[in-house]
């Protein structure tokens, strides 16, 4: 039997290991609010400048407030100018881009007798459409610095479940699933890795930014947790930490991941 180890083990190359000395330049969108701030608030407190993204230039400001290294872009990421303006900006901020975190997104709850056209439009546009043109415009800025792309998907829709009420969310994601493990294969050649970080039920309040009141937010919470083995919700820092990890340079081997950090909901 040959012994070919020597040929497939080894350090990261040295390119992976190479950052900025004024630290790495990350974009996050939705960063104006729970995961994506949590996310942008981790980056700067490493070190890190970023660049967050949203529709709303208070909660934006909101997030950089006390922290210099954050920027702030007020843009409508399913706009046709969307890409270019986020990956100019960061260009003439920084100057070099090694981190795009896919964060922003849409979950509009209901059932298919109840699919509203404009509704299923606009999760499509931002969940989907928005993350794979603005990662195509990416794809130059990130060659040069060997980035990484963290898309946030869900755990809810991982593996064979399914999930009455949230068929579009759920379908938009299980898609980003797929275009994380493709698009790591066909850009491991270009030295850019794609993973994605699959949150469980995590407490930001993003179902009352879709049309849910606190009332049924706090029934839905109230709802979930004993069914969560981890008995808890989990916070919008908790996968922060984990996003950023991602990006470390020892985390260069894992590609093509999609990690769920859901307190074990999905695997129960
Ligand atoms: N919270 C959870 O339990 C949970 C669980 C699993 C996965 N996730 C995922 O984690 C990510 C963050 O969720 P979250 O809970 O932090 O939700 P969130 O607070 O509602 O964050 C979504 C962000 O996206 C921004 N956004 C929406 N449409 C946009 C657009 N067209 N252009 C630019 N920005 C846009 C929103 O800001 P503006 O409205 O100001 O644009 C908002 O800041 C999402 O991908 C979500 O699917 C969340």
Same mark, same amino acid.
Request: hydrophobic share 40%.
């Given at each position: 039997? *040959? ?24 974009? !996050? ?7 994506? =701030?949590? !996310?942008?608030? $981790?980056?700067? #407190? ?14 934006? @400001?909101?997030? &950089?407030?006390?922290?210099? =290294? ?15 303006? +986020?990956? #100019? ?36 546009? *931002? ?27 869900? &755990?809810?829709?991982?593996? @064979? =479940? ?17 275009? *994380? $493990?493709?698009?790591? +294969?066909?850009?491991?050649? =270009?030295?850019?890795?794609?993973? &994605? ?27 979930? $947790?004993? $069914? ?29 991941? !999609?990690? &769920? ?5 999905? +695997?129960?």
């Amino acid at each position: 039997m *040959t012994d070919n180890t020597a040929e497939t083990t080894g350090s990261p190359p040295t390119d992976v290991l190479a950052t900025s000395p004024e630290g790495k330049a990350v974009v !996050v969108t939705g960063g104006g609010t729970g995961i994506g =701030r949590a !996310v942008a608030h $981790r980056f700067a #407190e490493e070190g890190a400048r970023v660049l967050v993204v949203g529709r709303t230039p208070g909660t934006l @400001r909101e997030t &950089a407030r006390e922290h210099p =290294r954050i920027r702030t872009l007020a843009t409508d990421i399913t706009a046709p100018d969307g890409p270019d303006t +986020v990956v #100019e900006t960061a260009l003439e901020h920084f100057g070099r881009l090694d981190v795009l975190v896919n964060n922003a997104a849409l979950g509009i709850g209901g059932t298919l007798d109840t699919l509203d056209p404009a509704g299923l439009d606009a999760q499509l546009a *931002t969940n989907l459409r928005a993350p794979m043109l603005l990662t195509r415009r990416a794809l130059t800025a990130l060659e040069k610095s060997s980035g990484t792309i963290v898309n946030l998907s869900t &755990a809810g829709s991982l593996g @064979r =479940r399914a999930w009455p009420g949230m068929s579009v969310y759920g379908a938009t994601k299980t898609a980003l699933d797929f275009l *994380t $493990r493709t698009w790591a +294969v066909e850009l491991a050649p =270009r030295g850019i890795r794609v993973v &994605a970080v699959a949150p469980g039920v995590i407490d930001t309040g993003m179902a009352t930014r879709n049309g849910a009141s606190a009332e049924q937010y706090a029934a839905f919470l109230d709802d979930i $947790r004993p $069914r969560i083995p981890s008995g808890r919700v989990g916070s919008p820092e908790e996968i922060a930490w984990w996003v950023a990890r991602l990006t470390d340079p020892l985390a260069g081997y894992a590609n093509g991941t !999609v990690l &769920a950090v859901d307190g074990a909901l999905s +695997v129960q």
